[in-house]
């Protein structure tokens, strides 16, 4: 799809290889000199109906600094729950009052696809469900490719609750359209068997893994989507908790990401903050860089 044409971001598996090279050679721009405002006159809403720090900040900083007018509402300032309108007849509003773009974060799963369907304007994902939020996992990408160069023929391993993670869901497959090897690594209630295909492969036990990998993603055990844990706690952190004995098996150059909120305890302990390829400041960092060019390639196009 050429680039001009692209209105929305549900997914990072929408992004042609093209689009991905552009997104980051313009985040690259962008950190280099602060740009002109590109989105100057442009009305930027976000609607988040679950509680975010890192992504709500970095949005909102990446449209500051672009230039935009900014708009933000949170589930208690939205009249039509309470109203009777229908979302999408709020969004035709959204739309006549000249509002460009809407960043939606929302619990159910591809409720920011329904909304580009009636919205006259850009909608980027920001998180839905245990889905896809795709401009993390373009931030995560970012991140290894400023180490790596390329990420080609790589491996990286994704550690925790892939199942319940839409982080780990849009970072694959961008992994995969990059062309790096991935090892899915946990007990199978947070990695299903089936997970494995086509250069993903599925481990039970991180020990066997870490000394072969480039990188380790950790992730958080996403409570507030289980009904049950699949594995005690105390297992789990025997078994997968990044600890400065098992950060030694790791290569001396390897890196470790997470996508945060980190759990101190659980999925690491504080060994891996002193880490020397300890990325997280990094990713957050970048973050706000990746989503300046994400906004600016929707809105201005090439
Ligand atoms: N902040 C990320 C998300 O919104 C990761 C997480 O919450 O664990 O999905």
Redesign the pocket.
Known sequence: MPLRTRRSLIDLDDLAIEELDEIFSRTAAFEERRPEPRLAHTACVNIFF?P?T??FTSFNLAQLRLGADVVNLTPTDMSYLTKGESIEDTVLTLSAMGVAVLVV?HPVEHYPEQLAKHFDGHVVNA?DGAHA?PT?GLLDLYTLLQDFGSLHGRCIAIVGDVLH???AHSVMAGLRRLESDVVLVGPNGFVPSEYATGGVRVERELDAVLPEVDAVML??I?RERLTTMPIAQDDYVARYRLDARRLSLLKSDALVLH???YNRGVELDDSVFRFPGWRYRQQVLHGVSVRMAVLDLLVNGT
Do not use: A, F, W
């Open positions: 679950e975010s890192r992504t974060r998180g939020h993390q993670s839409r982080v992730l958080r996403q996508p945060g909120p």
